[in-house]
Structures are given as structure tokens and as C-alpha cells.
């Protein structure tokens, strides 16, 4: 059974940083691309950042400059480093993952939602 267990999140002020963690667990053949998206209050979810297994990321335009998306493919783990928080910047965070469960077959996980709450 994979599963993508998320960690961090929280709350913060305006200005200031938090962390988020996801780590692939169970049995798989390897890991392409990982991402975190959010779903705000009253709006769909949307791509936060992305990162390949070779290391080539991708961000949102609202997040560029502020939030920074890493990989340990050691640990099968991504992180979302978030600063200079907004209070938009509020909202469930979904990591997600493709993963190659055999040579031949890969499908798509989400993990479970942690609420960030950036106060003003």
C-alpha cells in the first residue's frame, strides 16, 4: 500500500515561515514527479510547485521568489519551504506523487491536506 504522509503546516503572521513534508511510503518501483497543490476557501485546487526526479521545478506565479519545493529521493520525501507568507498564501496543502509502482505501471497519490493559516 503507498501512501504519501504529509507533515508541517500550522499557523504563521504575515512575514513568516513554515515547512511542509511528504514522505512516500510503502512499496514501488520509483518516484517521477512530486507536487504540492492547495485549495483555498471558496476555490479549486491549484498547483502550488512541482518538482521532477531530475530535479527541474515549476511554481505557481503567486509563490515564485517565496516558496521553494525540494526532493530527497533517497528518503522519497518533498518539501515545501514557504517565507515571506501572505495571508492568501491560507489554505489546504495537498502533497501529490507519481509513482512507478512497477517497471510498466505508475499512478497518481495524494496525500492528506494540512490547513496553513497565515494571519495578517
Known amino acids: 500500500q503507498v501512501q504519501l504522509v504529509v507533515s508541517g503546516g500550522g499557523l504563521s503572521q504575515a512575514g513568516g515561515s513554515l515547512r511542509l513534508s511528504c514522505a512516500a511510503s510503502?512499496?514501488?518501483?520509483?518516484?517521477?514527479?512530486m507536487g504540492w497543490y492547495r485549495r483555498a476557501p471558496g476555490n479549486q485546487r491549484e498547483l502550488v510547485a512541482e518538482i521532477t526526479s531530475g530535479g527541474i521545478t515549476n511554481y505557481a506565479v503567486s509563490v515564485r521568489g517565496r516558496f521553494t519545493i525540494s526532493r530527497d529521493n533517497a528518503e522519497n520525501t518533498v518539501y515545501l519551504q514557504m517565507n515571506s507568507l501572505k495571508p492568501e498564501d491560507t489554505a489546504v496543502y495537498y502533497c501529490n506523487a507519481d509513482i512507478r509502482i512497477t517497471f510498466k505501471y505508475t499512478y497518481n497519490y495524494w496525500g492528506q491536506g494540512t490547513q496553513v493559516t497565515v494571519s495578517s
Open positions: 510503502g512499496t514501488f518501483f520509483s518516484i517521477n514527479t
